[in-house]
Every structure is written in structure tokens, then in C-alpha cells.
């Protein structure tokens, strides 16, 4: 599967508030001597005027699928796009998507996933959104999108750290934390970012899940056993907590919910919870994402989802001494707390 | 004229022995016949002609990928990344009939029998008549496909949500066809009385012209890419499936609440087909490089070209229906006489 994925051509979503250095960032990766040619599907052409790189404008259009499922939505333009581009496939080496700053990044994540033709060809490496340090507080405020922005995320460059203070910066990392823990977060002046650390993540790459997030399982121990004490407040204003000088905000509607296991989980149990889950909740679960141990199989298993649109496969072997654990994690909004963790907890084989 | 006559062949016979191999050197995204000559339509830059003694001359046509192709059997028709709608003739002459202004993609082009051709970037639809008057259409989506009808000045312009007829001669408000979901490549059939669409799901939508009822036609695994009407338009044969799907036209009906024909099924997906121009048989592609003549009456089926490849992408009869050419995703092509 790692040697078919390869030959995929990988797609790099690049997503922020309006404002926010979006064209700053795709000017410096376009710019930046890596001897890679891109090609790159903006929806307002702006000031980007960059020699031998594919640049095509796309339009806004945003369709559900006739399952009637508000949360299986494609962009059909980027469809088009795609395999227009696929005809010129050897001409590039990989494509960056530049969403307005109002978009939503699922329908273009989901577009990756649910689109037979697109998906045979290209597939998606990671979402990057670029956040302002000084107004991001304002827009998780005001604006839903920015929200969005933030729990899709596979990599944050929190951009303009120069404008705010210390304080704020560490305010506003806490703001995005609580919503989304799980990302990679790099703080950067005028988007300056090595080009490493938002290309090539493969983020979607079932394959790579943890080996480019080994955080992935430990973060929770940092900030996320104190989630179930935060939830479900009630009332709708943000407030913060300190756990050893992190400042934990927890956003009113959106959270992240992490779910673990050193016992095996039941697959003929685990499988059917979470497809129930995503089905039910879909609209409700953005991201999903979990590495699992199942009862008397040697290989981890592990799955990402968007929506309703859930991939698994076996990875790998489990490493001879590595801890045979799983962890789950779910970013959305009012997710169902404790139907989830009893859900989870009843696959548990004890 | 000799004219293939599968008659008495028993099933699965071969004339795999009797193709003309042919070293294109474009990787075809569709081949058109002017006259005995093949076009073959590369997925960029150029398009690579074969007369019949097999010889074979490139032409550049598009500065870039090339998008979308037609024919009437006259000119080839072709839209590219570059912005350009670019004609083609059999001498591998060409004429840039247009150059968007923005120099947006050219998703679509038809051509209308009168000389009248359409095209389409984005959401604008252009029609330039045989007089070279030009008309515009902003369509409420990005175009999925374009038709010419059979009969008069209209066309057919899919979108999402629905199918837009336009006259663009007329001041009459275009008429709507409403369907949900996203419509792509959009054909009348030939006696005018159905429109139909392969839709963005693995479905057709169908509309009989005379009332708007709706057909529904899916069922399919995959995305309908490729349809041909059958000769006479009694039937729609349409690739998606593991076997061909035909759908029947010949009552006043349509399809409505009938069964398709399945024919030639395979382990391989149906990638393109194309309908003899005068007989009741049929060619398939499949997605592992099966080229198949199938009989329509009874399925029965002469193996062309053998499995083991990338998908047939580029199938086509010519007028006559003496010659048949294919080409492949991995840039195979290949020609047959009868």
C-alpha cells in the first residue's frame, strides 16, 4: 500500500482566516530553491506571480452527494481540476491547494477521499492551516470557518508571533490547543517555516500516521485526561485553566476527545462501534484519528476519518517490546462524551 | 466495402492477430476518424494521425493538457488548459478557433452538424453559429458537459443540479431540467426525444424531452465515462461496470421501468465503449487494457486486444464502420480493418 501511495501524487491543502499570510506561505514554498515544480489551485488569483509553476484558479463549488448527507460534501470543481491535471501528470511534482479563507476544508479533504478518479491518482498529504497570532482569538470568537480551519489542521504555522506578546502567543496557543492538540504547530514571522515541516507530511498516510506524529500518543498526557473535567460546560464562555503553566482554553462548542486502551479492543466490537459512530455523529465528528490493538492479531491497525468517510488498513507488525496500545482521538463539535467513552470502553477486552 | 460480419463466429474468437500495432507516441485520450484517417488525441500537446497505410504524422495542437475532444467526422475539435479551442482536419491542419480571454480551461466542446460549435470555461458556455456570431450563457455552476440537439439551434449544458437547454438564437429563457447532484457529460438521443447525463455518482440521469420525466439509471460501481448510442439509437451503451450496460431506447419510454442488457462481463472494470455506426455490434475497453467486439442481439464476443495493461482510454469506428482504433492509458494503440 506505501508503494502505491507513493506514486501519488501528494496534495497539500493550504487553509487560514482571511488575512492571515496564506499567499505569504505559498509565495515563500513557491519561491524557495527545492527544485520541486508544483502545481497550484488558488481560488482568487492574487499577488502570486511565479514563473514555471502550474497555477489554476478554481471556483467556490461545493456539492453534496445524493445521499442527501449534509457532511458528504466534494468540491466538483476540484474534481474537474484534478483530472485535468491529471493529463499533464510527470509535468509536477506535487499539487498545493490554496481554500479561500472562508472555506471549509472538509468537502476539499473529503473530495480525496469519497472521488474514485481522484483518489486513484492523488492523495491527500496533510491539511495546513496558517493562523494569525493577534486576531485568531477574535475570529474562534466570530467565525466558524476559522474554527474549522483549526481542528482540520495537520500542521498550524501561527504566523505574525512578532505582533503579539509573549502572553497572548501563549494565549492563543492555548486557544488553539484546546480545540485541536494533535496538530504540529509552528510559530513563524512572515510564514518563515521550513518547507519540511508543512510538504511531504503525509498526514492522510495511513502508513505514516505515527511515524510523523509520534506525539501522536503521548500528547494526551500532556493536556488530555483533564478533558472530561472540561467538557459540557453548559455555558457558553471560554475560560481557561492551568495545568503545570499550559493555559487550557476549551473552546464552547468545539473540543477535541481522546480515548485510550492498554488492553486489546474487541475488532468484531471496535469496527461496527465506530462505523455506528461516524454515521450517527458525522456531522458533529471533523477529524478522526486512531492506531488500535486488536485481540490475537499482531499488526496495528489504524484509521482516519472526516465526516462520515472513515479508511483503515493494517500497518505494520507491532515492534517486540513497543506497548500494545490504543488511542483514539475525535476533534468536533458537542461530541457526545460519554456515549463515546462508554462506546469505547465496552470493546475493551478484559 | 467490406463489412465485419460476426454471423456464424463462434464465442470468443480472437482477431488479436490481425491488429495493427502502432507506435503513436501520445498517450490517447480519445480517437476520432476523419474519413480512413485515425486521430488519436494525446492527453497533452499533440494529436498523432494514422491514414490507412499506417503512417503516422504528430501534430501539435495545444500548448498544454488538452482537456476535452469532439468530432463530426469532418474536423476534430479540441480544448486545452492553454485557453485555446483548436479545429483539426485529416491533412493535420490546425485552426485556433478561439482563445479565452482569461484564459481559463476549455472543459467542453460539440459541434453541431451545420458547422456550429460549443465549448465551455468554467461557468460560461460559448456558441459560435456556422456565421461566426458568437453567444454567451453563464450557467449557474461550472459546466459539466455540452450537446448539440439532433434537430435546431440548442444545446444542452450540464451542471450541478440540473441541465440547462439553451436556443441560442432565441430570446426565449433557457429551459431548466432540474436533478440534484452534479451532472457531467450530457447526450440527446438521436431522435431527439431523451436527454441523458452521467451524473458525479455512479448513476445516468435521463429526461424524455416531451413531458421532463425523469429516467433513473444507476446502479453502476463506478462513474459512467463513456456512452455510445447504438445505431438507429436504440439503445445507450455506457461503460461503469464490470460488464456493458445498455440501456433501451426503443419504446416511447425510454428505459423507464426496464432492465439494461448486460453484456461482456469481465474482471475489469468497462472503460470505453463505441457503437458500429451501422450494424448491431458493439466495442468495448476495459480497464485492464480487454478490447471486445460484442453482437448486440446475443452478447457473443471476439477478442480484439488482450488483457494486461492500463485502461483503454480512446475508442473509436470509422464512419463506415470498416475500422476500429483504440489506444491506452500507457500510450498502446492499435487499429483493426474488416
Known sequence: ????????????????????????????????????????????FGEIGIDNDLII???EEVFEMNNGCVCCTVRGDLVRIMDGLMKRKGKFDAIIVETTGLADPAPVAQTFFVDEDVQKNARLDAVVTVA??????????????????????????????????KPELAEVEARIRGINPYAKLHRTERCKVALADVLERGAFDL????????????????????????????????????????????????????LRSDKPLDPNLFMPWLQNLVATEGQKILRSKGILAFTDDDDRYVFQGVHMMLEGDHQRKWKEGEPRESRVVFIGRELPEKAIRDGFEACIVT | MTQFDPGERPS??????????????????????????AVFVGTEENAALVNQAGEISTVAIHGGGILCTTSDGKRVVTGGDDGKV?????????????????????????????????????????????????????????????????????????????????????????????????????????????????MHEPALHGWRLADNRHMRMSGYPG????????????????????????????????????????????????????????????AAGYSDGTVLIIRLEDGAEILVRRNGSEAVSALAWNAKGTLLAFGTEDGDAGMLEF
Open chain 2, 86 to 198: 483548436v479545429a483539426l482536419n485529416a491533412k493535420g491542419e490546425t485552426s485556433v478557433l478561439a482563445t479565452d480571454a482569461k484564459r481559463r480551461w476549455i472543459d467542453n466542446v460539440a459541434l453541431h452538424p451545420d458547422g456550429a460549435v460549443a465549448w465551455s470555461a468554467a461557468k460560461t458556455a460559448f456558441v459560435r453559429s456556422g456565421k461566426s456570431e458568437e453567444k454567451t450563457f453563464d450557467a449557474p455552476s461550472t459546466v459539466g458537459g455540452l450537446a448539440f440537439a439532433p434537430k435546431g439551434l440548442r444545446v444542452a449544458i450540464a451542471h450541478y443540479n440540473g441541465v440547462t437547454l439553451w436556443f441560442p438564437n432565441m430570446a426565449a429563457k433557457p429551459e431548466f431540467l432540474e436533478w440534484a447532484g452534479s451532472h457531467l457529460a450530457v447526450t440527446f438521443s438521436p431522435d431527439n426525444k431523451f436527454l441523458v447525463t452521467a
Open chain 1, 207 to 258: 502508513d505514516r500516521i505515527l511515524e510523523i506524529e509520534p506525539e501522536f500518543l503521548d500528547a494526551g498526557d500532556d493536556h488530555h485526561h483533564h478533558d472530561h473535567d472540561h467538557h459540557h460546560h453548559g455555558h457558553d464562555h471560554d475560560h481557561g485553566h492551568s495545568h503545570g503553566g499550559l493555559k487550557h482554553y476549551h473552546d464552547e462548542d468545539m473540543q477535541s476527545l481522546s
Open chain 2, 223 to 282: 462513474r459512467v465515462r463513456s456512452m455510445s448510442w447504438s445505431t438507429g439509437g436504440k439503445g445507450l451503451a455506457t461503460s461503469g461496470a464490470d460488464t456493458v450496460i445498455i440501456w433501451p431506447f426503443t419504446s416511447k419510454d425510454g428505459p423507464m421501468g426496464k432492465e439494461p442488457a448486460m453484456l461482456a462481463p469481465l474482471q475489469a472494470r468497462v472503460s470505453m465503449v463505441a457503437c458500429h455506426p451501422k450494424q448491431d455490434i458493439m
Open chain 1, 57 to 59: 484558479g478554481a471556483d
Open chain 1, 1 to 44: 500500500m506505501s508503494e502505491l501511495s507513493s506514486q501519488k501524487i501528494p496534495v497539500t491543502v493550504l487553509t487560514g482566516y482571511l488575512g492571515a499570510g496564506k499567499t505569504t506561505l505559498l509565495n515563500r514554498i513557491l519561491s524557495e530553491n527545492h527544485g520541486k515544480k508544483y502545481a497550484v489551485i488558488v481560488n482568487e
Open chain 2, 12 to 37: 470468443i474468437a480472437s482477431l488479436t492477430d490481425q491488429v495493427r500495432r502502432l507506435a503513436i507516441g501520445v498517450t490517447a485520450t480519445a480517437v476520432h476518424f476523419l474519413g480512413d484517417t
Open chain 1, 132 to 165: 494569525d497570532a493577534k486576531w485568531l482569538s477574535d475570529r474562534l470568537k466570530d467565525a466558524p470557518e476559522a474554527k474549522n480551519q483549526i481542528a482540520f489542521a495537520d500542521v498550524i504555522v501561527l504566523n505574525k508571533t512578532d505582533l503579539v506578546s
